[in-house]
């Protein structure tokens, strides 16, 4: 490319590695893509627009380059799914909004801030997958993504107020370590996959929890959890647990900060589930 803002385009391809690196304007890719795209990794410009074929497929294993801020995806039908591969820390947005199928996004380890704005479309089904490796609090960004899929490595916190249209958070937990949700909403389900040992505690907090009608709901759904495993409440009068697997969880963390404070456990589910230490 030359120093004013450069266009690229490339029609329809497969299995092929095109490069494009623009110069000192602002500069964009418009590519579309079918069976076989698996490589984005050149695709250099600070605006990369992808347009999928109906119901095809595609699975990056090689993400877009360090150069680009803005990734656009666009077409598909309701067959189809786009996977980003490892979202590079320079890009700055994944808009899926004009895309008909869903997304699943991967986001660099400890990379879940506010830096990375990631939009969902009309599907239900959209994803933001993350692995924390790094004990601090998070804030992830994002509008019509339904699904945040995390594997917690450390003691973490993710404040969900950023995240429009979420519906469902999966945590993976590893042996004793605390994963706490904070600011999650009444309709939204935080899901147990994985839990190490009876250390690893899931914590889950409401927005206010001054609020005296505050209400969670949790689903235990493995993966491998371990018997004991611990759910954490401070302060919700209903917690509701689903149980999509037949587990043992200990709710001994589960408590209220006044003896005229009532705690209401609700349990729903298909699965034989035993609670421990409930209040």
């Given at each position: 490319?030359?120093?004013?803002?450069?266009?690229?385009?490339?029609?329809?391809?497969?299995?092929?590695?095109?490069?494009?690196?623009?110069?000192?304007?602002?500069?964009?890719?418009?590519?579309?893509?079918?069976?076989?795209?698996?490589?984005?990794?050149?695709?250099?410009?600070?605006?990369?627009?992808?347009?999928?074929?109906?119901?095809?497929?595609?699975?990056?294993?090689?993400?877009?380059?360090?150069?680009?801020?803005?990734?656009?995806?666009?077409?598909?039908?309701?067959?189809?799914?786009?996977?980003?591969?490892?979202?590079?820390?320079?890009?700055?947005?994944?808009?899926?909004?004009?895309?008909?199928?869903?997304?699943?996004?991967?986001?660099?380890?400890?990379?879940?801030?506010?830096?990375?704005?990631?939009?969902?479309?009309?599907?239900?089904?959209?994803?933001?997958?993350?692995?924390?490796?790094?004990?601090?609090?998070?804030?992830?960004?994002?509008?019509?993504?339904?699904?945040?899929?995390?594997?917690?490595?450390?003691?973490?916190?993710?404040?969900?107020?950023?995240?429009?249209?979420?519906?469902?958070?999966?945590?993976?937990?590893?042996?004793?370590?605390?994963?706490?949700?904070?600011?999650?909403?009444?309709?939204?389900?935080?899901?147990?996959?994985?839990?190490?040992?009876?250390?690893?505690?899931?914590?889950?907090?409401?927005?206010?929890?001054?609020?005296?009608?505050?209400?969670?709901?949790?689903?235990?759904?493995?993966?491998?959890?371990?018997?004991?495993?611990?759910?954490?409440?401070?302060?919700?009068?209903?917690?509701?647990?689903?149980?999509?697997?037949?587990?043992?969880?200990?709710?001994?963390?589960?408590t209220m900060s006044s003896a005229t404070k009532v705690l209401t456990t609700n349990i729903t589910g298909t699965s034989a589930l035993t609670l421990s230490a409930t209040s």
């Amino acid at each position: 490319g030359g120093a004013l803002g450069d266009t690229f385009t490339i029609g329809s391809t497969g299995n092929v590695t095109h490069v494009t690196s623009g110069g000192a304007g602002t500069d964009t890719t418009n590519i579309s893509v079918t069976t076989g795209f698996v490589n984005a990794g050149s695709l250099d410009t600070e605006n990369v627009n992808v347009t999928v074929a109906a119901a095809v497929d595609p699975t990056l294993t090689t993400s877009f380059g360090t150069g680009v801020d803005n990734v656009t995806i666009l077409g598909g039908n309701e067959l189809s799914t786009f996977t980003t591969g490892t979202i590079v820390d320079a890009v700055k947005t994944v808009d899926a909004s004009g895309f008909a199928g869903n997304v699943s996004v991967t986001v660099a380890n400890d990379k879940l801030d506010s830096t990375l704005t990631v939009t969902g479309g009309p599907l239900a089904t959209d994803k933001i997958v993350n692995q924390i490796v790094s004990a601090a609090t998070y804030a992830p960004k994002s509008s019509g993504v339904e699904i945040l899929d995390l594997n917690l490595d450390e003691d973490i916190t993710v404040n969900l107020a950023g995240m429009t249209g979420l519906s469902r958070v999966e945590a993976d937990i590893v042996n004793s370590k605390t994963a706490t949700f904070s600011n999650v909403g009444h309709t939204q389900t935080v899901r147990l996959t994985d839990a190490g040992n009876t250390a690893s505690i899931l914590e889950v907090k409401p927005a206010d929890a001054t609020d005296l009608d505050n209400a969670v709901l949790i689903e235990i759904k493995g993966g491998t959890i371990a018997a004991g495993a611990k759910l954490k409440t401070t302060d919700v009068e209903t917690v509701t647990v689903k149980a999509s697997s037949a587990e043992t969880i200990d709710m001994s963390l589960a408590t209220m900060s006044s003896a005229t404070k009532v705690l209401t456990t609700n349990i729903t589910g298909t699965s034989a589930l035993t609670l421990s230490a409930t209040s």
